[in-house]
């Protein structure tokens, strides 16, 4: 049990263009949801609180129009992100806290984004 | 000084060894505390969670909580090659991360060498 999904696993664009991620959780109910960047030899850094229902709580530094984040159900969130450049090539993982129980968090596998 | 400090390693031992790895904090506040295991660009895996200070064990792993010296430990017995990744300790103020997510240290690099 505890399965989070990441779609897609790995994704190139070219600068300029918008890419959208996708996290579910898929034999649980997560109200939230969280969005880490991994740069290489890297701590996980917390970009975004995302919860159902309503809008994304971001942390200080990262741009809200550049990261958009929709929590639409119980199971999914997207985290879109803008206009993409180079600078944002990075590994993007999200986490999903179980609404029941200790409310744990269970991480996504990732995705990695490489902008050209 | 930042909120977790975690070393970063590599910290290479041979198989069968028992590995210690550690994290000190400097936030009072942190009462959760967990340990994961990321292996090369895959996402981290829930190893241990702990609520306050104590120990907790599971098969080959035992974390320690010592809130006095805001100090966390992981300890494998047994060690095996498949236990070569990253570690991770994280924490936060509340269950699951609560509204603040969850504080993570830099990740130990541990080779388990054949």
């Known amino acids: 049990g505890a399965v989070v999904s990441q779609h897609p696993s790995r994704v190139i664009c070219k600068s300029g263009t918008s890419v959208k991620i996708e996290c579910r959780s898929l034999?649980?109910?997560?109200?939230?949801m969280f969005w880490y960047r991994q740069f290489p030899k890297k701590s996980l850094m917390l970009m975004a609180t995302s919860n159902e229902g309503s809008k994304a709580t971001y942390e200080q530094g990262v741009e809200k129009d550049k990261f958009l984040i929709n929590h639409a159900s119980l199971t999914l969130s997207t985290l879109t992100v803008t206009s993409a450049h180079p600078e944002d090539s990075s590994f993007y993982i999200c986490?999903?806290?179980?609404?029941?129980?200790?409310?744990?968090?269970?991480f996504g596998p990732g995705t990695r984004l490489l902008v050209l | 000084q930042k909120e977790v400090e975690q070393d970063p390693g590599p910290l290479s031992v041979p198989e069968g060894a028992i590995v210690s790895l550690n994290c000190t904090y400097s936030?009072?506040?942190?009462?959760?505390f967990m340990w994961y295991r990321q292996y090369s660009r895959k996402g981290p895996e829930l190893l241990m969670y702990t609520y306050s200070s104590g120990n907790k064990e599971d098969g080959r792993f035992t974390a320690q909580v010592d809130k006095s010296s805001k100090y966390i430990s992981l300890f494998i017995r047994d060690s095996q090659p498949s236990d070569s990744a990253t570690y991770l300790c994280a924490m936060s103020r509340y269950s699951g991360g609560g509204a603040d997510g969850l504080t993570f240290g830099k990740g130990t690099h541990l080779i388990i060498q054949p």
């Open positions: 936030n009072s506040a942190f009462q959760y």
């Open positions: 986490s999903a806290r179980d609404r029941q129980g200790l409310g744990t968090q269970y």
């Open positions: 034999d649980f109910q997560a109200t939230t």
